[in-house]
């Protein structure tokens, strides 16, 4: 059992939670319904788990009115095995985004607040016509994402004391020995291999077999094209599986990383698949990193809309996307040119995208500046550069100069942690699932 994050935060809810539902959103696949249903076995005497995909019947919880003690009663008469106690039965709805009765019923049970109610779903089919339903003020939101570097490292049973002496050198900005950095590059390129998709790193602890991982990442791949094709609107179906293929393109076999539409198609323009990329975004299926015209806050301010990179939400599907041989050479660190800048920059994206922030990236034609990516963290801008070497990081070091909001940056490396001058941290490309 791979031991996630948001089990902590969970039981945080369980005990501060005032009046309100948790919601438990994410990409598909990135083990909601699973970590939902060991926290039900450990905090619970029982759980009524109702799967709307699974059971699409039991909507008919819900068509009624929507008092508490009606829908118990109904559940009830559908699970009579089931007491359904308040304080110790968890009322589990799985796949919410199907019934969107059940999500207008959030507002009930948190007024009433007898029951714990955990709703899990992806943003995929939620009618934005009937935004006005949604119970805005009576639920806590959890976002869920792909296993992570640090969760991976537990699975692979790397201990939290191994995992406190790594946290040690990167406070004290020490060197790494060499032996311990060595075996964590080697681990983070396995974890860039396998990405975080909860299936594919639960396969690979399991068989340490990457063919195997391959199928697990190629049939999540067919799941997310399947989703394409049963949500998206008709004149959207074609044009956003394409945009969603040709990232794997866009980003590993091209040294420019925006995403470029002539990528998709030959001859292809915004007019036509801005909208396509617009829907991967709402149904949760892609990341964007923005271009902005000036580094200083706020940075949605200075964003635009129409240059950006798009990225997978996990490395797990974009690996599905590339040969089997892409696996084989990242892990035996054989990779050269773009792919091998490209897939690191890939790696630190999804790093930091796992910890919820917004990413940016700035160029400017003229002077050949440029950012590779960029956040905002507590009103700081904090600039980051990604080198597939250990090679300067010139632009890095002139906005930290020149800017009087910028006091320090990062430069993740393939390589050991390096003396902090000019206001440049300078840490091992596995660092970032710890800063």
């Given at each position: 059992m791979l031991k996630r994050k948001v089990t902590d935060y969970m039981n945080n809810w369980v005990r501060t939670k005032n009046k309100k539902c948790l919601v438990v959103q994410g990409a598909r696949q990135t083990g909601k319904t699973y970590i939902i249903e060991r926290f039900a076995e450990d905090n619970y005497e029982e759980v009524v788990e109702i799967?709307?995909?699974?059971?699409?019947?039991?909507?008919?919880?819900?068509?009624?009115?929507?008092?508490?003690?009606?829908?118990?009663?109904?559940?009830?008469?559908?699970?009579?095995?089931?007491?359904?106690?308040p304080?110790?039965?968890?009322?589990?709805?799985?796949?919410?985004?199907?019934?969107?009765?059940?999500?207008?019923?959030?507002?009930?049970?948190?007024?009433?607040?007898r029951y714990d109610v955990i709703a899990s779903g992806s943003l995929l089919g939620i009618d934005y016509k009937r935004a006005s339903s949604y119970p805005i003020g009576y639920v806590d939101y959890l976002r869920m994402y792909g296993v992570d570097f640090e969760e991976f490292l537990w699975g692979m049973g790397i201990s939290e004391q191994m995992i406190k002496a790594l946290l040690d050198y990167l406070h004290s900005k020490t060197v790494i020995p060499a032996a311990i950095h060595s075996e964590m590059m080697n681990y983070y390129r396995q974890y860039i291999a396998i990405g975080g998709m909860p299936e594919a790193v639960q396969k690979y602890i399991d068989t340490k077999d990457y063919r195997e991982v391959d199928k697990i990442q190629r049939n999540l791949l067919q799941g997310y094209q399947y989703d394409i094709a049963h949500y998206a609107t008709a004149e959207e179906k074609v044009k956003a599986e394409k945009c969603y293929l040709s990232l794997a393109k866009q980003l590993l076999d091209k040294e420019n990383h925006k995403f470029q539409y002539k990528e998709v198609e030959h001859?292809?323009?915004?007019?036509?698949?801005?909208?396509?990329?617009?829907?991967?975004?709402?149904?949760?299926?892609?990341?964007?990193?923005?271009?902005?015209?000036?580094?200083?806050?706020?940075?949605?301010?200075?964003?635009?809309?129409?240059?950006?990179?798009?990225?997978?939400?996990?490395?797990?599907?974009?690996?599905?996307?590339?040969?089997?041989?892409?696996?084989?050479?990242?892990?035996?660190?054989?990779?050269?040119?773009?792919?091998?800048?490209?897939?690191?920059?890939?790696?630190?994206?999804?790093?930091?995208?796992?910890?919820?922030?917004?990413?940016?990236?700035?160029?400017?034609?003229?002077t050949k500046r440029e950012i590779d990516m960029i956040i905002q963290k507590d009103g700081l801008i904090i600039p980051i550069e990604v080198k597939s070497g250990n090679t300067r990081a010139n632009s890095l070091k002139l906005f930290i100069k020149e800017k009087k909001d910028i006091s320090y940056g990062y430069k993740f490396i393939d390589g050991n942690i390096g003396a902090g001058e000019d206001g440049i941290i300078t840490l091992p490309l596995y660092m970032i699932a710890f800063i």
């Open positions: 799967n709307f995909k699974q059971i699409p019947s039991a909507m008919d919880i819900f068509s009624g009115d929507l008092t508490v003690d009606n829908m118990v009663m109904a559940m009830r008469f559908r699970f009579p095995e089931k007491k359904i106690l304080g110790k039965t968890l009322i589990f709805l799985d796949e919410i985004q199907e019934c969107q009765e059940a999500i207008t019923s959030l507002k009930f049970w948190a007024i009433d607040n001859g292809g323009r915004a007019q036509k698949y801005f909208s396509s990329i617009e829907w991967l975004l709402r149904a949760d299926m892609v990341h964007l990193c923005k271009r902005v015209t000036d580094v200083r806050f706020d940075l949605d301010d200075y964003a635009r809309e129409d240059f950006f990179r798009a990225y997978t939400t996990d490395l797990s599907l974009l690996m599905a996307m590339k040969d089997f041989s892409l696996k084989q050479h990242i892990v035996e660190n054989t990779l050269e040119g773009n792919s091998k800048g490209g897939i690191y920059e890939c790696a630190i994206a999804d790093a930091l995208y796992k910890k919820g922030y917004s990413l940016y990236f700035y160029k400017n034609e003229t």
